[in-house]
């Protein structure tokens, strides 16, 4: 097997693992910038059907471990990040979101009407998604947890195999992204803590999420494939509206205030003041509703600064795998299927 596969493999499986913690940057992307996309979509859709070659496995595990480690070691920090600095990290989110647009353009060019109809109608849902959400308090780990953890870990998965759909961003809208981080962290804090108890509480979590990852990467990525061969240009043109659509989500002047009587927090209607307070506690701040807030001009400059540079940043990122999606873009168009 070629080395250099096998590295970019490794390379593309940490890119792809960030990618699953950060709003607004797609693992499917990172993927295609390792120029490793193609292969591992075919490594996932020959592991579904127990293929018995060694080369596909391998493969897959040489992106999956990688990508897991990733996520292990750099959950915890990224989430304090975002906590503390909301605005900053949504306006990186903004532009890195905005710079992956160019790859899936480069893939549907021309761009039919079709594929114009189907990203207008994927754009407009992922607004009325960002408008719920923001609408609603976040989900918890709590009772129903586990179930909503095996969605986010589905729609993680679907980040994975799609280029421009953002996994964090998916997490985000289904209330899912900060408890998703606290799972990961909580078993890294078991695990230090060296008890047996705790470390199998706060494993059930991580296998609610690798169940949905394992379903969604096995379903989503076949599905892709035929989607792909079959109507490749509305898939694209879908790719492309839930990619700028993100952006409704990722208003980055927004922050949390305190809970009030009545407010639900967790799912929980805080109907005492003993409950208000008990909810006001700062490990509990990232449950808690924002509200939009009248930026400084500073903040205004940096926030553009920030969306310039992720968006150059994605942009480049993209190009690194310009070749191989050419080359897909080819092969899908002469296949007689499409």
């Known amino acids: 097997m070629n080395p250099l596969l096998l590295g970019r493999c490794v390379i593309g499986g940490i890119l792809m693992g960030l990618a699953n913690l950060v709003p607004g940057i797609s693992g499917g992307t990172m993927l295609l910038a390792a120029g490793v996309y193609p292969t591992f979509v075919e490594s996932v859709a020959a592991a579904t059907t127990l293929s018995r070659k060694l080369q596909p496995w391998l493969l897959l595990a040489f992106i999956a471990i990688p990508a897991v480690l990733a996520i292990g070691l750099l959950a915890g920090p990224v989430k304090d990040f975002v906590l503390e600095h909301r605005w900053i990290a949504y306006s990186l989110f903004i532009g890195l979101t905005l710079g992956g647009a160019p790859t ?9 009407a079709r594929a114009g109809i189907a990203a207008l109608v994927a754009f407009v849902a992922m607004v009325v998604l960002a408008i719920l ?17 095996f969605v986010a ?6 980040a994975m195999v799609l280029p421009g759909v953002s996994g964090g961003y998916l997490l985000l809208v289904l209330g899912q992204y900060l ?3 606290d799972a990961i962290d909580a078993f890294k804090e078991s695990i230090r803590s060296g008890e047996t108890t705790l470390m199998l509480q706060a494993a059930w979590p991580l296998v609610s999420i690798g169940l949905g990852v394992l ?6 990525s076949n599905i892709m494939r035929w989607l792909l061969k079959r109507h490749r240009e509305v898939t694209l043109g879908a790719l492309l509206g839930f990619l700028l659509g993100a952006v409704a989500g990722l208003w980055p002047f927004r922050e949390a205030v305190p809970p009030e009587l009545n407010d639900t927090i967790r799912g929980v209607k805080l109907e005492h003041e003993e409950a ?12 808690w509703l924002t509200e939009s807030y009248q930026p400084s001009a500073g903040q205004i400059g940096l926030s553009l600064l920030l969306v310039i540079g992720g ?3 994605s942009l480049l990122v993209g190009r690194l795998g310009g070749d191989d999606e050419d080359d897909e873009a080819s092969e899908s168009k002469s296949d007689p299927a499409c």
């Open 153 to 158: 870990g589905f729609a993680g998965a679907a």
């Open 215 to 220: 379903l969604g990467v096995s379903l989503v």
């Open 311 to 313: 968006g150059i940043g």
């Open 104 to 112: 899936l353009w480069r893939m549907l060019k021309p761009m039919p």
């Open 133 to 149: 959400q923001e609408s609603q308090p976040a989900s918890s780990t709590g009772e129903g947890g586990l179930g909503g953890l």
């Open 179 to 181: 408890p998703v981080l």
């Open 276 to 287: 208000v307070q008990a909810a006001r506690q700062a490990d509990e701040r990232k449950y």
